[in-house]
Protein backbone atom coordinates (compact mmCIF):
# COMPACT_ATOMS: atom_id res chain seq x y z
CA UNK A 1 0.00 0.00 0.00
CA UNK A 2 1.51 3.69 -0.92
CA UNK A 3 2.14 6.07 2.18
CA UNK A 4 -0.65 7.53 3.46
CA UNK A 5 -1.47 11.29 1.56
CA UNK A 6 -0.54 14.35 3.65
CA UNK A 7 -3.19 16.71 5.30
CA UNK A 8 -5.12 18.62 2.57
CA UNK A 9 -3.76 22.02 4.85
CA UNK A 10 -0.15 21.16 3.63
CA UNK A 11 0.87 23.56 0.56
CA UNK A 12 1.48 22.22 -2.93
CA UNK A 13 4.58 23.94 -3.35
CA UNK A 14 8.24 22.29 -4.26
CA UNK A 15 9.95 20.94 -1.42
CA UNK A 16 13.78 21.23 -1.22
CA UNK A 17 15.69 18.21 -1.34
CA UNK A 18 17.43 16.73 1.75
CA UNK A 19 21.31 15.49 1.05
CA UNK A 20 21.49 11.93 -0.12
CA UNK A 21 23.66 10.59 2.41
CA UNK A 22 24.91 7.20 2.54
CA UNK A 23 22.96 6.29 0.02
CA UNK A 24 23.16 2.79 -2.03
CA UNK A 25 23.26 4.22 -5.36
CA UNK A 26 25.90 4.53 -7.50
CA UNK A 27 26.34 8.74 -8.52
CA UNK A 28 24.49 8.35 -11.97
CA UNK A 29 21.23 6.75 -9.84
CA UNK A 30 21.88 9.94 -7.64
CA UNK A 31 21.46 12.60 -10.52
CA UNK A 32 18.61 10.44 -11.61
CA UNK A 33 16.98 11.26 -8.45
CA UNK A 34 17.25 14.60 -7.98
CA UNK A 35 16.67 15.15 -11.19
CA UNK A 36 13.24 13.35 -11.00
CA UNK A 37 12.64 14.91 -7.63
CA UNK A 38 13.38 18.36 -8.35
CA UNK A 39 10.54 20.77 -8.18
CA UNK A 40 7.79 18.28 -7.23
CA UNK A 41 5.17 19.13 -4.80
CA UNK A 42 4.09 17.21 -1.64
CA UNK A 43 1.38 15.15 -3.06
CA UNK A 44 3.82 13.78 -5.39
CA UNK A 45 6.68 13.50 -3.52
CA UNK A 46 4.36 11.60 -0.98
CA UNK A 47 3.17 9.60 -4.26
CA UNK A 48 6.78 8.50 -5.21
CA UNK A 49 7.54 7.51 -1.64
CA UNK A 50 4.44 4.77 -1.95
CA UNK A 51 4.87 3.97 -5.25
CA UNK A 52 8.56 2.96 -4.55
CA UNK A 53 7.61 1.06 -0.93
CA UNK A 54 5.14 -1.07 -3.74
CA UNK A 55 7.92 -1.84 -6.28
CA UNK A 56 10.31 -2.69 -3.34
CA UNK A 57 7.51 -5.04 -1.84
CA UNK A 58 6.83 -6.37 -5.20
CA UNK A 59 10.21 -7.63 -5.79
CA UNK A 60 11.02 -4.97 -8.54
CA UNK A 61 13.84 -4.12 -6.41
CA UNK A 62 16.19 -6.82 -5.72
CA UNK A 63 18.98 -4.96 -4.18
CA UNK A 64 19.64 -4.32 -0.57
CA UNK A 65 22.09 -1.58 0.87
CA UNK A 66 24.98 -4.01 1.39
CA UNK A 67 24.71 -5.06 -2.27
CA UNK A 68 26.43 -2.87 -4.38
CA UNK A 69 29.47 -3.78 -2.42
CA UNK A 70 28.65 -7.52 -3.29
CA UNK A 71 28.20 -6.84 -7.09
CA UNK A 72 31.68 -4.66 -7.03
CA UNK A 73 33.56 -7.60 -6.03
CA UNK A 74 31.50 -10.19 -8.78
CA UNK A 75 32.15 -7.29 -11.99
CA UNK A 76 34.61 -9.04 -13.22
CA UNK A 77 32.47 -12.30 -14.07
CA UNK A 78 29.31 -10.72 -15.15
CA UNK A 79 28.32 -10.12 -18.41
CA UNK A 80 26.90 -7.00 -19.81
CA UNK A 81 24.11 -6.79 -22.91
CA UNK A 82 22.99 -3.21 -23.59
CA UNK A 83 20.73 -2.80 -26.96
CA UNK A 84 19.93 0.48 -28.92
CA UNK A 85 15.92 -0.30 -30.39
CA UNK A 86 13.99 1.67 -32.72
CA UNK A 87 11.30 -0.96 -33.27
CA UNK A 88 11.74 -3.58 -30.32
CA UNK A 89 13.72 -6.10 -32.41
CA UNK A 90 17.14 -5.34 -30.69
CA UNK A 91 15.29 -4.94 -27.37
CA UNK A 92 13.18 -8.32 -27.83
CA UNK A 93 17.06 -10.31 -29.02
CA UNK A 94 19.20 -8.65 -25.75
CA UNK A 95 16.59 -9.93 -23.00
CA UNK A 96 16.43 -13.19 -25.01
CA UNK A 97 20.45 -13.61 -24.64
CA UNK A 98 20.13 -12.20 -21.25
CA UNK A 99 17.46 -14.13 -20.21
CA UNK A 100 19.27 -17.47 -21.54
CA UNK A 101 22.58 -16.14 -19.59
CA UNK A 102 20.89 -16.00 -16.28
CA UNK A 103 19.73 -19.27 -16.74
CA UNK A 104 23.22 -20.81 -17.37
CA UNK A 105 23.45 -19.48 -14.18
CA UNK A 106 25.61 -16.30 -15.36
CA UNK A 107 25.55 -12.70 -13.29
CA UNK A 108 23.92 -10.15 -15.83
CA UNK A 109 22.92 -7.30 -16.54
CA UNK A 110 20.62 -5.72 -19.21
CA UNK A 111 20.66 -1.95 -20.26
CA UNK A 112 18.93 0.10 -22.70
CA UNK A 113 21.77 1.87 -24.07
CA UNK A 114 20.83 5.29 -23.01
CA UNK A 115 20.72 4.31 -19.24
CA UNK A 116 24.17 2.60 -19.96
CA UNK A 117 26.80 4.22 -17.54
CA UNK A 118 29.98 4.97 -20.06
CA UNK A 119 32.05 5.26 -16.91
CA UNK A 120 31.79 1.57 -16.48
CA UNK A 121 32.92 1.05 -20.01
CA UNK A 122 36.56 0.61 -19.51
CA UNK A 123 35.84 -2.34 -16.57
CA UNK A 124 33.58 -4.41 -18.62
CA UNK A 125 34.93 -7.89 -18.96
CA UNK A 126 32.57 -9.40 -21.52
CA UNK A 127 29.93 -6.77 -22.91
CA UNK A 128 27.52 -7.90 -25.66
CA UNK A 129 25.63 -4.83 -28.15
CA UNK A 130 22.54 -5.62 -30.10
CA UNK A 131 22.08 -2.39 -32.01
CA UNK A 132 19.60 -0.94 -34.96
CA UNK A 133 20.53 1.37 -37.57
CA UNK A 134 17.71 3.26 -39.08
CA UNK A 135 17.19 5.38 -41.57
CA UNK A 136 20.30 6.28 -44.25
CA UNK A 137 22.87 5.19 -41.38
CA UNK A 138 21.29 6.16 -38.10
CA UNK A 139 21.72 5.20 -34.62
CA UNK A 140 18.30 4.10 -32.97
CA UNK A 141 17.60 7.11 -30.53
CA UNK A 142 18.22 5.40 -27.58
CA UNK A 143 21.61 4.90 -28.62
CA UNK A 144 22.75 8.03 -29.81
CA UNK A 145 24.50 8.69 -26.67
CA UNK A 146 25.90 6.17 -26.47
CA UNK A 147 26.95 5.58 -30.40
CA UNK A 148 28.58 9.28 -30.08
CA UNK A 149 30.34 8.54 -26.53
CA UNK A 150 32.18 5.69 -28.11
CA UNK A 151 33.26 7.57 -31.51
CA UNK A 152 34.13 10.40 -29.27
CA UNK A 153 37.22 12.28 -27.73
CA UNK A 154 36.37 10.95 -24.19
CA UNK A 155 36.08 7.34 -24.88
CA UNK A 156 38.76 5.49 -22.71
CA UNK A 157 41.49 2.89 -23.84
CA UNK A 158 39.44 -0.52 -23.45
CA UNK A 159 42.18 -3.33 -22.70
CA UNK A 160 40.58 -6.06 -21.14
CA UNK A 161 37.42 -5.47 -22.69
CA UNK A 162 35.98 -8.82 -24.73
CA UNK A 163 33.34 -7.45 -26.46
CA UNK A 164 30.73 -8.68 -29.28
CA UNK A 165 28.05 -6.76 -31.82
CA UNK A 166 25.18 -7.75 -33.53
CA UNK A 167 23.79 -4.81 -35.36
CA UNK A 168 20.04 -5.13 -37.14
CA UNK A 169 19.17 -3.10 -40.19
CA UNK A 170 17.56 -3.49 -43.86
CA UNK A 171 19.37 -4.37 -46.37
CA UNK A 172 17.01 -1.63 -48.56
CA UNK A 173 19.19 1.22 -47.53
CA UNK A 174 22.88 1.65 -48.68
CA UNK A 175 24.08 1.95 -44.97
CA UNK A 176 22.76 -1.56 -43.64
CA UNK A 177 23.92 -1.88 -40.18
CA UNK A 178 26.27 0.73 -40.36
CA UNK A 179 26.17 1.61 -36.37
CA UNK A 180 26.87 -2.01 -35.78
CA UNK A 181 30.11 -1.90 -37.97
CA UNK A 182 30.76 1.48 -36.66
CA UNK A 183 31.01 0.32 -32.57
CA UNK A 184 32.53 -2.93 -33.60
CA UNK A 185 35.59 -1.11 -35.24
CA UNK A 186 35.98 1.86 -33.09
CA UNK A 187 36.26 -0.36 -29.97
CA UNK A 188 38.79 -2.31 -31.15
CA UNK A 189 40.55 0.83 -32.32
CA UNK A 190 40.09 1.50 -28.46
CA UNK A 191 41.72 -1.51 -27.51
CA UNK A 192 38.90 -3.83 -26.81
CA UNK A 193 39.29 -7.71 -27.83
CA UNK A 194 36.47 -8.87 -30.49
CA UNK A 195 35.10 -12.13 -28.70
CA UNK A 196 33.99 -13.11 -31.88
CA UNK A 197 32.65 -11.64 -35.03
CA UNK A 198 29.68 -9.09 -35.97
CA UNK A 199 26.59 -10.24 -36.99
CA UNK A 200 24.69 -8.09 -39.44
CA UNK A 201 20.82 -9.15 -39.68
CA UNK A 202 18.40 -8.15 -42.58
CA UNK A 203 15.02 -7.79 -42.31
CA UNK A 204 14.89 -11.84 -41.76
CA UNK A 205 16.45 -11.46 -38.62
CA UNK A 206 16.61 -14.81 -37.13
CA UNK A 207 18.83 -16.35 -39.92
CA UNK A 208 21.55 -14.15 -38.54
CA UNK A 209 20.61 -13.44 -35.03
CA UNK A 210 19.75 -16.77 -34.00
CA UNK A 211 23.76 -18.07 -34.62
CA UNK A 212 24.86 -15.01 -33.26
CA UNK A 213 22.23 -15.32 -29.51
CA UNK A 214 23.60 -19.49 -29.80
CA UNK A 215 27.51 -18.00 -29.96
CA UNK A 216 27.49 -15.07 -27.66
CA UNK A 217 25.76 -17.65 -25.21
CA UNK A 218 28.77 -20.30 -25.63
CA UNK A 219 31.36 -17.41 -25.19
CA UNK A 220 29.90 -15.96 -22.15
CA UNK A 221 29.98 -19.51 -20.59
CA UNK A 222 33.64 -19.91 -21.44
CA UNK A 223 34.69 -16.70 -20.43
CA UNK A 224 32.56 -16.32 -17.09
CA UNK A 225 32.02 -18.53 -14.39
CA UNK A 226 28.51 -19.09 -13.30
CA UNK A 227 27.34 -17.21 -10.47
CA UNK A 228 28.12 -19.15 -6.93
CA UNK A 229 25.26 -17.61 -5.49
CA UNK A 230 22.05 -16.25 -6.27
CA UNK A 231 22.59 -13.63 -4.36
CA UNK A 232 25.25 -11.62 -6.23
CA UNK A 233 23.05 -11.94 -8.93
CA UNK A 234 21.80 -8.18 -9.17
CA UNK A 235 20.27 -7.67 -12.33
CA UNK A 236 20.03 -3.43 -12.92
CA UNK A 237 16.77 -3.51 -14.62
CA UNK A 238 13.08 -4.52 -13.20
CA UNK A 239 12.13 -8.42 -13.09
CA UNK A 240 10.03 -9.22 -15.47
CA UNK A 241 6.51 -9.74 -14.53
CA UNK A 242 4.72 -13.17 -16.09
CA UNK A 243 4.67 -12.77 -19.50
CA UNK A 244 1.34 -12.10 -21.20
CA UNK A 245 -0.43 -14.89 -22.98
CA UNK A 246 -0.71 -13.55 -26.39
CA UNK A 247 2.40 -11.76 -28.29
CA UNK A 248 4.52 -11.46 -30.77
CA UNK A 249 4.74 -15.04 -31.12
CA UNK A 250 1.45 -16.29 -29.96
CA UNK A 251 -0.85 -13.13 -31.12
CA UNK A 252 -4.65 -12.37 -30.00
CA UNK A 253 -7.05 -12.63 -32.88
CA UNK A 254 -9.16 -9.09 -32.34
CA UNK A 255 -12.51 -8.50 -33.95
CA UNK A 256 -12.44 -5.51 -35.80
CA UNK A 257 -15.09 -3.25 -34.52
CA UNK A 258 -14.73 -0.10 -36.93
CA UNK A 259 -13.43 0.65 -40.00
CA UNK A 260 -13.64 3.79 -41.65
CA UNK A 261 -12.45 6.71 -44.38
CA UNK A 262 -10.46 9.69 -42.53
CA UNK A 263 -9.93 11.11 -45.90
CA UNK A 264 -10.08 10.24 -49.35
CA UNK A 265 -8.99 12.22 -52.97
CA UNK A 266 -7.27 12.29 -56.00
CA UNK A 267 -3.31 12.41 -54.94
CA UNK A 268 -0.55 11.42 -56.26
CA UNK A 269 1.68 8.79 -55.21
CA UNK A 270 5.42 8.23 -55.58
CA UNK A 271 6.37 5.99 -58.24
CA UNK A 272 2.78 5.64 -59.22
CA UNK A 273 -0.45 7.25 -61.25
CA UNK A 274 -3.24 8.79 -59.85
CA UNK A 275 -4.96 7.42 -57.17
CA UNK A 276 -6.97 8.14 -54.19
CA UNK A 277 -5.20 8.68 -51.20
CA UNK A 278 -7.10 6.68 -48.40
CA UNK A 279 -6.66 6.94 -44.58
CA UNK A 280 -8.01 4.92 -41.92
CA UNK A 281 -9.56 4.96 -38.67
CA UNK A 282 -9.27 1.23 -37.33
CA UNK A 283 -10.65 -0.18 -34.11
CA UNK A 284 -9.79 -3.12 -32.69
CA UNK A 285 -11.23 -5.41 -29.68
CA UNK A 286 -8.64 -6.64 -27.09
CA UNK A 287 -11.49 -7.92 -25.43
CA UNK A 288 -11.08 -11.29 -23.24
CA UNK A 289 -6.90 -10.82 -24.29
CA UNK A 290 -5.86 -9.98 -21.46
CA UNK A 291 -3.59 -7.06 -23.59
CA UNK A 292 -2.58 -3.67 -21.64
CA UNK A 293 -1.17 -0.78 -23.75
CA UNK A 294 0.37 2.40 -22.52
CA UNK A 295 -0.20 5.68 -24.79
CA UNK A 296 2.88 6.00 -27.15
CA UNK A 297 2.85 1.87 -27.53
CA UNK A 298 2.42 0.37 -30.80
CA UNK A 299 0.06 -2.24 -32.27
CA UNK A 300 1.80 -5.32 -34.01
CA UNK A 301 -0.37 -7.17 -36.56
CA UNK A 302 0.79 -10.17 -38.97
CA UNK A 303 0.19 -9.33 -42.06
CA UNK A 304 -0.89 -11.70 -44.85
CA UNK A 305 -0.30 -10.82 -48.40
CA UNK A 306 -3.40 -9.53 -51.14
CA UNK A 307 -4.47 -13.06 -52.56
CA UNK A 308 -4.57 -11.34 -56.15
CA UNK A 309 -0.73 -10.51 -55.50
CA UNK A 310 -0.09 -14.16 -54.65
CA UNK A 311 -2.11 -15.27 -57.57
CA UNK A 312 0.06 -12.54 -60.34
CA UNK A 313 3.78 -14.26 -58.51
CA UNK A 314 2.28 -17.74 -59.85
CA UNK A 315 1.06 -16.91 -62.68
CA UNK A 316 4.43 -15.42 -63.44
CA UNK A 317 6.27 -17.94 -62.38
CA UNK A 318 4.40 -20.30 -64.01
CA UNK A 319 4.08 -22.41 -60.71
CA UNK A 320 1.60 -24.35 -58.65
CA UNK A 321 0.32 -23.05 -55.81
CA UNK A 322 -1.37 -26.02 -54.25
CA UNK A 323 2.69 -27.97 -54.52
CA UNK A 324 3.62 -29.12 -51.47
CA UNK A 325 7.20 -27.58 -50.42
CA UNK A 326 9.38 -28.09 -47.34
CA UNK A 327 11.12 -25.36 -45.99
CA UNK A 328 13.56 -25.17 -42.44
CA UNK A 329 11.35 -28.32 -40.95
CA UNK A 330 7.66 -27.00 -41.99
CA UNK A 331 5.43 -28.20 -45.34
CA UNK A 332 3.13 -26.40 -46.66
CA UNK A 333 1.51 -25.19 -50.08
CA UNK A 334 3.31 -22.54 -52.28
CA UNK A 335 -0.08 -20.56 -52.11
CA UNK A 336 -0.22 -20.65 -48.11
CA UNK A 337 4.04 -19.94 -48.34
CA UNK A 338 3.45 -16.73 -50.33
CA UNK A 339 0.11 -15.40 -48.73
CA UNK A 340 1.77 -15.73 -45.39
CA UNK A 341 4.86 -16.64 -44.73
CA UNK A 342 6.87 -15.08 -47.20
CA UNK A 343 7.46 -10.82 -47.89
CA UNK A 344 6.31 -9.80 -51.62
CA UNK A 345 5.38 -6.27 -50.98
CA UNK A 346 8.89 -5.36 -49.56
CA UNK A 347 11.83 -5.71 -52.21
CA UNK A 348 15.23 -6.34 -50.29
CA UNK A 349 19.07 -6.64 -52.17
CA UNK A 350 19.67 -10.55 -51.31
CA UNK A 351 16.29 -11.36 -53.67
CA UNK A 352 17.83 -8.89 -56.14
CA UNK A 353 20.82 -10.67 -56.44
CA UNK A 354 19.19 -14.09 -56.74
CA UNK A 355 16.88 -13.12 -59.32
CA UNK A 356 19.86 -11.77 -61.34
CA UNK A 357 21.54 -15.40 -61.45
CA UNK A 358 18.16 -16.74 -62.09
CA UNK A 359 17.39 -13.88 -65.02
CA UNK A 360 20.76 -13.89 -66.41
CA UNK A 361 20.21 -10.30 -66.15
CA UNK A 362 23.41 -8.08 -66.96
CA UNK A 363 21.15 -5.09 -65.47
CA UNK A 364 20.50 -6.10 -62.53
CA UNK A 365 23.93 -7.34 -61.75
CA UNK A 366 25.29 -4.06 -62.58
CA UNK A 367 22.78 -1.97 -60.09
CA UNK A 368 24.54 -4.71 -57.56
CA UNK A 369 28.15 -2.67 -58.23
CA UNK A 370 29.11 -1.06 -55.21
CA UNK A 371 29.29 2.81 -56.92
CA UNK A 372 25.41 2.00 -57.73
CA UNK A 373 24.10 1.64 -54.70
CA UNK A 374 22.00 4.96 -54.75
CA UNK A 375 19.93 3.21 -58.09
CA UNK A 376 19.69 0.10 -56.14
CA UNK A 377 17.99 2.08 -53.24
CA UNK A 378 15.74 4.03 -55.73
CA UNK A 379 14.51 0.17 -57.23
CA UNK A 380 14.21 -0.94 -53.36
CA UNK A 381 12.50 1.88 -52.44
CA UNK A 382 9.67 1.76 -55.68
CA UNK A 383 9.03 -1.61 -56.39
CA UNK A 384 7.85 -4.86 -55.24
CA UNK A 385 9.07 -8.97 -56.09
CA UNK A 386 6.18 -9.25 -58.62
CA UNK A 387 7.76 -5.74 -60.03
CA UNK A 388 11.41 -7.88 -60.51
CA UNK A 389 9.94 -11.30 -61.82
CA UNK A 390 7.56 -9.16 -64.43
CA UNK A 391 10.17 -6.93 -65.73
CA UNK A 392 13.04 -9.53 -65.83
CA UNK A 393 11.96 -12.98 -67.15
CA UNK A 394 13.47 -16.08 -64.55
CA UNK A 395 12.61 -19.23 -64.01
CA UNK A 396 12.41 -20.27 -60.32
CA UNK A 397 11.38 -23.66 -58.50
CA UNK A 398 8.57 -23.47 -56.07
CA UNK A 399 11.33 -24.51 -53.54
CA UNK A 400 14.15 -21.96 -54.85
CA UNK A 401 11.75 -19.11 -54.58
CA UNK A 402 11.12 -20.12 -50.78
CA UNK A 403 13.80 -20.34 -49.94
CA UNK A 404 15.28 -16.82 -51.29
CA UNK A 405 12.32 -14.47 -50.30
CA UNK A 406 12.63 -13.42 -46.61
CA UNK A 407 10.34 -14.27 -43.72
CA UNK A 408 7.14 -12.38 -43.43
CA UNK A 409 7.62 -9.60 -40.55
CA UNK A 410 4.84 -8.09 -38.31
CA UNK A 411 3.89 -4.65 -39.25
CA UNK A 412 3.53 -1.81 -36.23
CA UNK A 413 1.46 1.08 -35.77
CA UNK A 414 1.27 3.50 -33.39
CA UNK A 415 -1.51 3.29 -31.43
CA UNK A 416 -4.22 5.93 -31.61
CA UNK A 417 -5.92 5.81 -28.24
CA UNK A 418 -5.87 5.66 -24.28
CA UNK A 419 -6.98 2.68 -22.56
CA UNK A 420 -8.43 4.97 -20.04
CA UNK A 421 -11.05 6.77 -22.72
CA UNK A 422 -11.93 3.20 -24.61
CA UNK A 423 -11.70 0.64 -22.43
CA UNK A 424 -10.26 -2.74 -24.17
CA UNK A 425 -9.73 -1.56 -27.01
CA UNK A 426 -7.06 -0.62 -29.97
CA UNK A 427 -7.73 2.62 -32.26
CA UNK A 428 -5.12 3.22 -34.74
CA UNK A 429 -4.51 5.36 -37.63
CA UNK A 430 -3.75 3.96 -41.14
CA UNK A 431 -2.50 5.38 -44.65
CA UNK A 432 -3.84 2.56 -47.04
CA UNK A 433 -1.17 1.47 -49.97
CA UNK A 434 -2.69 1.11 -52.96
CA UNK A 435 -1.70 2.04 -56.18
CA UNK A 436 -1.64 1.70 -59.81
CA UNK A 437 1.97 0.96 -60.93
CA UNK A 438 3.09 0.83 -64.61
CA UNK A 439 2.59 -2.96 -64.54
CA UNK A 440 -0.77 -3.71 -62.59
CA UNK A 441 -2.15 -2.76 -58.96
CA UNK A 442 -0.16 -3.07 -56.06
CA UNK A 443 -0.48 -3.08 -52.34
CA UNK A 444 1.01 -2.61 -48.95
CA UNK A 445 0.51 -5.97 -47.10
CA UNK A 446 -0.25 -4.74 -43.65
CA UNK A 447 -2.22 -1.62 -44.43
CA UNK A 448 -4.35 -3.56 -47.26
CA UNK A 449 -5.54 -6.22 -45.00
CA UNK A 450 -6.95 -3.81 -42.54
CA UNK A 451 -8.59 -1.45 -45.22
CA UNK A 452 -10.16 -4.04 -46.98
CA UNK A 453 -11.34 -6.07 -43.03
CA UNK A 454 -15.09 -5.73 -42.60
CA UNK A 455 -16.27 -6.08 -39.27
CA UNK A 456 -16.43 -9.00 -36.88
CA UNK A 457 -13.39 -10.07 -38.92
CA UNK A 458 -10.66 -11.07 -36.67
CA UNK A 459 -7.12 -10.31 -36.94
CA UNK A 460 -3.73 -11.55 -35.44
CA UNK A 461 -1.87 -8.91 -33.03
CA UNK A 462 0.27 -8.07 -30.17
CA UNK A 463 1.10 -5.11 -28.29
CA UNK A 464 4.95 -3.80 -28.67
CA UNK A 465 5.96 -1.77 -25.50
CA UNK A 466 7.60 1.79 -26.34
CA UNK A 467 9.33 3.02 -23.11
CA UNK A 468 10.94 5.63 -24.70
CA UNK A 469 7.78 7.16 -26.17
CA UNK A 470 5.85 7.86 -22.79
CA UNK A 471 3.81 10.64 -21.26
CA UNK A 472 5.78 12.44 -18.30
CA UNK A 473 4.77 10.81 -14.69
CA UNK A 474 4.09 14.21 -13.47
CA UNK A 475 0.74 15.42 -15.17
CA UNK A 476 1.65 19.36 -14.18
CA UNK A 477 4.42 18.93 -16.85
CA UNK A 478 3.76 20.52 -20.60
CA UNK A 479 3.82 18.82 -23.74
CA UNK A 480 4.50 19.68 -27.01
CA UNK A 481 3.21 16.96 -29.40
CA UNK A 482 4.81 16.98 -33.41
CA UNK A 483 2.99 15.01 -35.78
CA UNK A 484 2.21 15.15 -39.30
CA UNK A 485 0.15 12.88 -41.49
CA UNK A 486 -0.40 10.03 -39.47
CA UNK A 487 2.22 10.66 -36.72
CA UNK A 488 -0.11 12.45 -35.42
CA UNK A 489 -1.68 8.90 -34.18
CA UNK A 490 -0.27 8.18 -31.29
CA UNK A 491 -1.25 12.32 -29.47
CA UNK A 492 -4.62 11.37 -30.09
CA UNK A 493 -3.60 8.48 -27.45
CA UNK A 494 -1.57 11.31 -25.34
CA UNK A 495 -4.53 13.84 -25.26
CA UNK A 496 -7.06 11.25 -24.61
CA UNK A 497 -4.64 9.72 -21.48
CA UNK A 498 -4.10 13.09 -19.79
CA UNK A 499 -7.78 14.18 -20.03
CA UNK A 500 -8.77 11.13 -18.06
CA UNK A 501 -6.07 11.50 -15.67
CA UNK A 502 -7.34 15.17 -15.71
CA UNK A 503 -3.56 16.25 -15.54
CA UNK A 504 -2.69 20.21 -15.66
CA UNK A 505 0.00 20.51 -17.98
CA UNK A 506 -0.91 22.10 -21.49
CA UNK A 507 -1.03 20.16 -24.85
CA UNK A 508 0.14 21.87 -27.81
CA UNK A 509 0.14 19.73 -30.66
CA UNK A 510 1.49 20.93 -34.43
CA UNK A 511 -0.05 19.20 -37.27
CA UNK A 512 0.72 18.81 -40.55
CA UNK A 513 -0.40 17.33 -44.15
CA UNK A 514 -1.14 18.78 -47.67
CA UNK A 515 -4.57 20.19 -48.06
CA UNK A 516 -6.28 21.82 -44.66
CA UNK A 517 -10.16 20.82 -46.60
CA UNK A 518 -9.25 16.55 -47.03
CA UNK A 519 -6.30 16.08 -44.98
CA UNK A 520 -6.95 17.36 -41.31
CA UNK A 521 -7.01 14.17 -39.80
CA UNK A 522 -9.59 14.26 -36.61
CA UNK A 523 -10.52 17.64 -37.17
CA UNK A 524 -13.82 17.45 -35.28
CA UNK A 525 -11.77 15.66 -32.40
CA UNK A 526 -9.43 18.80 -32.03
CA UNK A 527 -10.95 21.59 -32.36
CA UNK A 528 -13.68 19.47 -29.46
CA UNK A 529 -10.61 19.34 -27.56
CA UNK A 530 -9.25 23.22 -27.90
CA UNK A 531 -13.11 24.00 -26.86
CA UNK A 532 -13.19 21.87 -23.85
CA UNK A 533 -9.75 23.09 -22.55
CA UNK A 534 -8.18 19.25 -23.55
CA UNK A 535 -5.85 20.83 -25.94
CA UNK A 536 -4.62 24.42 -25.31
CA UNK A 537 -2.47 24.97 -28.54
CA UNK A 538 -2.61 23.58 -32.46
CA UNK A 539 -0.62 25.04 -35.28
CA UNK A 540 -1.48 23.81 -38.28
CA UNK A 541 0.89 23.39 -41.51
CA UNK A 542 -1.34 22.64 -44.90
CA UNK A 543 1.33 22.72 -47.20
CA UNK A 544 -0.43 22.92 -50.74
CA UNK A 545 -3.07 25.58 -49.77
CA UNK A 546 -0.87 28.22 -51.01
CA UNK A 547 1.98 29.25 -53.31
CA UNK A 548 5.09 28.32 -51.54
CA UNK A 549 4.75 25.31 -48.97
CA UNK A 550 4.68 25.17 -45.24
CA UNK A 551 5.40 22.47 -43.22
CA UNK A 552 5.84 21.81 -39.47
CA UNK A 553 9.31 22.75 -39.10
CA UNK A 554 8.29 26.40 -40.62
CA UNK A 555 5.75 26.53 -37.67
CA UNK A 556 8.25 25.79 -34.87
CA UNK A 557 10.80 28.15 -36.12
CA UNK A 558 7.91 30.65 -36.57
CA UNK A 559 6.76 30.04 -32.75
CA UNK A 560 10.25 29.33 -31.51
CA UNK A 561 10.29 31.83 -28.76
CA UNK A 562 7.40 30.32 -27.30
CA UNK A 563 8.93 26.86 -27.83
CA UNK A 564 12.00 27.70 -25.85
CA UNK A 565 9.91 29.52 -23.13
CA UNK A 566 7.61 25.85 -22.88
CA UNK A 567 11.24 23.97 -22.65
CA UNK A 568 12.86 25.89 -20.14
CA UNK A 569 9.80 25.42 -17.71
CA UNK A 570 10.44 21.83 -18.14
CA UNK A 571 7.86 20.69 -21.13
CA UNK A 572 8.53 17.40 -22.88
CA UNK A 573 8.92 17.01 -26.52
CA UNK A 574 7.43 14.34 -28.78
CA UNK A 575 7.92 13.86 -32.59
CA UNK A 576 6.32 10.90 -34.40
CA UNK A 577 6.40 10.00 -38.37
CA UNK A 578 8.58 9.91 -41.45
CA UNK A 579 12.28 9.96 -40.26
CA UNK A 580 13.89 10.00 -43.58
CA UNK A 581 12.98 13.73 -43.99
CA UNK A 582 10.73 14.96 -41.01
CA UNK A 583 12.24 13.78 -38.40
CA UNK A 584 15.43 15.86 -39.50
CA UNK A 585 14.10 18.52 -40.95
CA UNK A 586 12.07 18.34 -37.60
CA UNK A 587 15.34 18.11 -35.89
CA UNK A 588 16.99 21.20 -37.80
CA UNK A 589 14.30 23.51 -36.77
CA UNK A 590 14.46 22.83 -32.94
CA UNK A 591 18.16 23.18 -32.83
CA UNK A 592 17.42 26.68 -34.83
CA UNK A 593 14.89 28.09 -32.31
CA UNK A 594 17.18 26.73 -29.24
CA UNK A 595 19.65 28.83 -30.78
CA UNK A 596 18.18 31.54 -31.41
CA UNK A 597 16.07 32.30 -28.33
CA UNK A 598 18.41 30.95 -26.25
CA UNK A 599 20.98 33.06 -26.93
CA UNK A 600 23.61 29.42 -27.52
CA UNK A 601 26.19 28.83 -30.12
CA UNK A 602 25.22 25.31 -32.61
CA UNK A 603 26.99 23.07 -30.26
CA UNK A 604 25.62 24.16 -27.28
CA UNK A 605 21.74 24.24 -29.22
CA UNK A 606 23.00 20.38 -30.01
CA UNK A 607 24.09 19.73 -26.41
CA UNK A 608 20.93 21.40 -25.33
CA UNK A 609 18.45 19.17 -27.12
CA UNK A 610 21.03 15.89 -25.84
CA UNK A 611 20.47 16.39 -22.54
CA UNK A 612 16.67 16.92 -23.13
CA UNK A 613 17.00 13.55 -24.52
CA UNK A 614 18.87 12.00 -21.79
CA UNK A 615 16.28 13.00 -19.39
CA UNK A 616 13.48 11.53 -21.28
CA UNK A 617 11.80 14.79 -22.06
CA UNK A 618 12.88 14.94 -25.99
CA UNK A 619 11.28 11.24 -27.69
CA UNK A 620 10.88 10.55 -31.01
CA UNK A 621 9.25 7.61 -32.48
CA UNK A 622 10.11 7.77 -36.24
CA UNK A 623 9.72 4.89 -38.83
Known amino acids: MPAAAPSAALPAQPIAAPPLLAAPLPADRLDSLARLTDGLDRDSLWWLSGYAAGLARSGLAVATAAAPAAVESKTGERLTVVYGSQTGNAKRLAEQLAAQAEAAGLSVRLLRADAYPTRELKGERLLYLVVSTQGDGDPSDDARGLVDFIAGKRAPELKGVHY ?19 LDARLAELGATRAFARGDADLDIETVSGPWLQQALAQAKETLKPAAHLATVTPLRPIA ?6 HRDAPFAAELIGNRRLIARASSARGAVAADKDIRHIELSLEDSGLHYQPGDALGLWPRNPPALVQAVLETLQLDGDAAVAH ?31 ARSDELNRLLAPDQSASLAELLSRSQVIDLLQRYDGAWSAEELVAALRPLTPRLYSIASSQKAVGEEAHLTVAHVEYESELGLRWGAASHQLAS ?5 RLPVFIEANERFRLPADGSRDIVMIGPGTGVAPFRGFVQDRAADGASGRNWLLFGNPHFRT ?12 KSGQLQRLDLAFSRDQAHKVYVQHRLREHGRELYDWLQNGAHLYVCGDATRMAKDVHAALLAAIAEHGG ?6 EDYLNDLQQQGRYARDVY
Do not use: M, N
Open 164 to 182: AVLGLGDSSYPQFCAIGAR
Open 241 to 246: PAAPTH
Open 328 to 358: AGQTLPLRQWLGEKRELTKLARPFVASHAAH
Open 453 to 457: AEEGE
Open 519 to 530: DFLYQTEWQAAL
Open 600 to 605: RSAEDA
